[in-house]
């Protein structure tokens, strides 16, 4: 079912990936959409109901990172566009996510315990190494445990 359940969600955030690069002004949407169609800050307001002081806030919230996203919502509206939001894993796909973190995870696990092993004078090899990483790494990823997020 989690396997699923990160199959289905890594097939949408894909879509977001031919957007990544995309990059908007320092001024942000808001200003440079209305700026763009010729539109004054009196028309967005008398869209929005607010006053042309409220719409440049509104547009100085974007631009520093405070604004909300209902903010950004209405404003799109009012713009007749529509406002699209996702997020996209640093990773590249949810898939390559989970499995840096099963790795460090397993990493971790394995070498705790190589290193109990070795002041037992029971040292595993480089390649016992690296195997039990991988078949850590694989089981961590078929089991999904809470773990992997701390």
Not at 123 to 138: A, C, G, M, Q, W
Request: glycine share 6%; aromatic share 4%.
């Amino acid at each position: 079912m989690k396997r699923l359940q990160v199959d289905q969600l890594s097939q949408k955030m894909l879509e977001f990936n031919k957007v990544r690069s995309v990059k908007v002004s320092d001024k942000g949407w808001v200003h440079t959409v209305r700026k763009t169609l010729g539109m004054s800050l009196e028309q967005l307001g008398k869209k929005l109901s607010l006053t042309k002081g409220s719409v440049g806030a509104i547009e100085k919230r974007e631009a520093d990172g405070s604004i909300t996203l209902n903010s950004l919502r209405e404003a799109a509206k009012a713009l007749d566009m529509e406002l699209v939001y996702g997020f996209v894993p640093i990773d590249g796909t949810l898939e390559n996510h989970i499995e840096r973190k099963a790795e460090r995870l397993a990493s971790k696990i394995v070498h705790r315990t190589s290193q109990s092993m070795k002041l037992e004078d029971q040292e595993n090899t480089v390649h016992r190494l690296v195997k039990s990483i991988h078949e850590r790494k694989e089981e961590i990823i078929r089991e999904m445990p809470k773990a992997l997020w701390d």
